[in-house]
T-cell receptor, first 114, second 112 residues
Framework: AQKVTQAQTEISVVEKEDVTLDCVYE???????LFWYKQPPSGELVFLIR??????QNEISGRYSWNFQKSTSSFNFTITASQVVDSAVYFC???????????FGTGTRLQVFP | EAQVTQNPRYLITVTGKKLTVTCSQN?????MSWYRQDPGLGLRQIYY???????DKGDVPEGYKVSRKEKRNFPLILESPSPNQTSLYFC???????????FGQGTRLTVV
């Protein structure tokens, strides 16, 4: 069975703090894909990143970075120097080559206070 | 502009009254899916479609129907809505299942 666990339900930080959102996944497939999506207060879902299981390189995009570790089945997301505009619910998701489904975690609500 | 369009955005209905939520995409995507979002449960997949005339159940299909007669449209049908189907619904499309998904704006459904 496939599963995505986001154990942090809610995180609150003060602006300029760094924050890491955890994502742990379970799958028996060797070929799979991991995603992060952002849901700001306005409600839409915005794609952030996609990673396949054969690419363990960490990725950095501005203040955002992602740490993919197959050894611990984790795909963590770090925001450096957080800003109020980063306040949102963040979802981690998993799909695999042998299934047609996209499985989401329960999400982590990040609140960044000024 | 590339987009996924859902209608309506908000809907209040009564138990048992059939309803349809429409979803249309203009990106020629093959894969389309429906999700419901509930507090503490994240997004759960209801149905998905790999291509025209090909649909399959997601994790929570009970009480829902879908059809995919054209590539661009993927309506969600609730034949006899019940209060436990009160939720926020999202339609999504992507080139394939494992590529970036584009989501509609969401439909907030209340069944009383």
């Amino acid at each position: 069975a496939q599963k995505v666990t986001q154990a942090q339900t809610e995180i609150s930080v003060v602006e300029k703090e760094d924050v890491t959102l955890d994502c742990v996944y379970e799958t028996r497939d060797t070929t799979y894909y991991l995603f992060w999506y952002k849901q700001p207060p306005s409600g839409e879902l915005v794609f952030l990143i996609r990673r396949n299981s054969f690419d363990e390189q960490n990725e950095i995009s501005g203040r955002y970075s992602w740490n993919f570790q197959k050894s611990t089945s984790s795909f963590n997301f770090t925001i450096t120097a957080s800003q109020v505009v980063d306040s949102a619910v963040y979802f981690c998701a998993l799909s695999s080559y042998n299934t047609d489904k996209l499985i989401f975690g329960t999400g982590t609500r990040l609140q960044v206070f000024p | 502009e590339a987009q996924v369009t859902q209608n309506p955005r908000y809907l209040i209905t009564v138990t048992g009254k059939k309803l349809t939520v429409t979803c249309s995409q203009n990106m020629n995507h093959e894969y389309m899916s429906w999700y419901r979002q509930d507090p503490g449960l994240g997004l759960r997949q209801i149905y998905y479609s790999m291509n025209v005339e090909v649909t399959d159940k997601g994790d929570v299909p009970e009480g829902y129907k879908v059809s995919r007669k054209e590539k661009r449209n993927f309506p969600l049908i609730l034949e006899s809505p019940s209060p436990n189907q009160t939720s926020l619904y999202f339609c999504a499309s992507s080139t394939r299942m494992n590529t970036e998904a584009f989501f509609g704006q969401g439909t907030r459904l209340t069944v009383v």
